[in-house]
């Protein structure tokens, strides 16, 4: 699905990652951990083709992510669902509306499903806030309404960055379910976090590997997580 | 599980219909510049069309009566007659510029007279002169040369060109319905430049929002459409309501006497002419449509 070749990367100065490998295979369920700062998000965005490896190779779907041309970039977005730490809404449509937006922007049929919304948007625990507009809500609700978007689309790949960060542990563990459902049913899922007990969590209800960024580089996490 | 049937399902519905012109905030008080442009650009392009229409009008009648403008008259006792015609047709045949002489036949003659003397004038026995008419080239011919000659070769021949000054009103007449035209481009150009000038600065207003869309994975055609659509519409509207009101403008004026070719009174539509100026506000939005989407994706391609 997602592959990183040797891949480097720096935003002009030194490396954040460098000749970082990583291979996202169908239906794998990823953690990624790392001191603040140490670049995790910058590899969801490379991972969401956001930005390009400086040196090294993106493979998307089988495309080399510097061939590819624009429409490709976002037909390829479509079946990756992400999850920013800094959410990325439109602020003047409601919250409904953002988390819709995959499915508007890909041009699907309208109507047929917005019980499924309310269903998913009542699993986040946002039923009461559909109708506000994203600066009303707390970082928490913001959080939990960019995992939604995500997944709205059904997509082959998830990738969430730190999506309990701002939320109570019962509301983690919900998020949680949310992904390793996703997960159960074939999607790839790649979550960006700090919390070791989510981490721990998980690992009791699917087979998920936990990768660590250490000097700019993947390690496969110690036998305690 | 309840989550597992959603979730199941959630690939295949969206929220609103016109979506791609809902997720881009209109600019409010902008928003109604351009409309307003577009209606001042359609009213001075309705003027445009009704002068140069009107110029055009007057240009086809007045070159019309050019090309018959000249009569040569020939007085010459009756018995001469016969050959001061042949003479006069002569020099007419071997003048340049002249493309034929007609000798007016009496049946024809009598025909011109009767409004003045009734139907039983007694042609034959009047002295009346006999008419040739000229009819002109394009190249024109040298009328002092012509009056030379005809002077010299059949005494008693008088060329008649009088309205032959209206020459140069012809060419201003057609350099006028040219002018309008022009303008009329011309105004189409300043609503392309200016909707290109809202379009961008919209576009440019709205970097977050495109960004944001770009996340979820809109591709260029679906952000322009939303600005392509909002400025065509604008541009129509104002277009519609310019137009409308330079057509009311235009039915208002005092008519005249069509035939009298008086310019001022002469500034209308005519029968089919009308359907011109309703051909304002469907052009005016398919150049916001041409110019915005030009704007748009020479924009987004500078992005990434
Ligand atoms: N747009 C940017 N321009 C320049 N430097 C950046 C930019 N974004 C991030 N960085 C730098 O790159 C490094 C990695 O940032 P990144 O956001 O990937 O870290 P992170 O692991 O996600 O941290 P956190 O756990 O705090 O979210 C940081 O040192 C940061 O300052
Ligand atoms: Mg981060």
């Known amino acids: ?225 | 599980m309840k989550l597992r049937e959603t979730l199941a399902t959630l690939g295949t519905f969206g929220l609103s219909r016109d979506g791609a012109e809902r997720v881009v905030p209109s600019t409010g008080a902008t928003a109604w510049l351009t409309t307003l442009t577009a209606a001042a650009m359609a009213f001075l392009a309705v003027f445009a069309l009704a002068l140069s229409l009107a110029a055009g009008r007057m240009a086809d009648r007045w070159s019309d009566e050019l090309a018959r403008s000249s009569t040569v008259r020939i007085s010459a006792p009756a018995e001469q007659m016969e050959a001061r015609v042949r003479a006069v047709m002569e020099v007419l045949t071997t003048t340049p510029g002249i493309a034929s002489a007609r000798l007016i036949d009496e049946t024809e003659q009598r025909a011109l007279l009767e409004p003045w003397f009734g139907p039983d004038l007694p042609v034959d026995a009047l002295p009346l002169p006999r008419l040739v008419e000229v009819i002109e080239t394009g190249a024109r011919y040298d009328s002092e040369g012509l009056r030379l000659r005809l002077a010299a070769e059949a005494p008693g021949a008088v060329l008649d060109d009088h309205t032959r000054w209206r020459r140069p009103l012809v060419q201003a007449a057609e350099r006028l319905r040219a002018l309008g035209l022009a303008s009329v481009l011309l105004i189409g150009g300043a609503v392309a430049g200016m909707v290109t000038l809202a379009a961008t600065a919209a576009l440019a207003a709205n970097a977050r929002v495109i960004a944001v869309l770009r996340l979820v994975g809109a591709r260029d055609v679906y952000i322009a459409r939303g600005f392509v659509r909002r400025f065509t519409r604008r541009a129509g509207l104002g277009a519609a309501l310019g137009t409308a009101v330079g057509m009311a403008a235009v039915a208002a004026l005092p008519g005249g006497e069509a035939a009298t070719g008086a310019f001022l009174t002469g500034l209308a539509f005519e029968g089919a002419e009308w359907l011109w100026p309703i051909a304002i506000p469907p052009f005016a939005a398919l150049v916001a449509f041409a110019a915005t989407r030009a704007a748009a994706i020479r924009m987004l391609r500078g992005i990434t």
């Open chain 1, 1 to 225: 699905m997602i592959e990183l070749e040797q891949a480097s990367f720096s935003y002009g100065g030194g490396d954040i990652l460098s000749e970082l490998s990583l291979h996202l295979a169908p239906g794998t369920f990823h953690f990624l951990t790392g001191p603040s700062g140490s670049g995790k998000s910058t590899l969801l965005k490379l991972c969401f083709m956001e930005l390009q490896p400086t040196r090294g190779q993106a493979r998307i779907f089988g495309q080399d992510v510097r061939q590819m041309d624009r429409d490709e970039v976002a037909r390829a977005r479509r079946r990756i669902g992400i999850g920013h730490q800094d959410c990325q809404f439109i602020d003047h449509l409601s919250i409904a509306e953002n988390v819709a937006l995959p499915l508007e922007v890909s041009g699907q049929d309208t109507s047929a499903a917005e019980a499924d919304l309310r269903e998913l948007l009542g699993w986040v625990g946002l039923s009461g806030q559909t109708a506000q507009l994203p600066p009303e809500l707390s970082g928490g609700e913001r959080q939990r309404a960019a995992l939604a978007r995500a997944v709205i689309m059904s997509p082959d790949v998830v990738l969430a960055d730190e999506p309990t960060g701002n939320v109570d542990w019962e509301m983690a563990q919900r998020l949680l379910a949310l992904l390793v459902e996703l997960n159960r049913m074939g999607k790839t899922v790649l979550v960006a976090t700090h919390d070791l007990n989510l981490i721990r969590v998980a690992k009791a209800q699917v087979s998920a590997r936990v990768l660590r960024i250490v000097r700019g580089r993947l390690q496969a996490a110690g036998a305690d997580l």
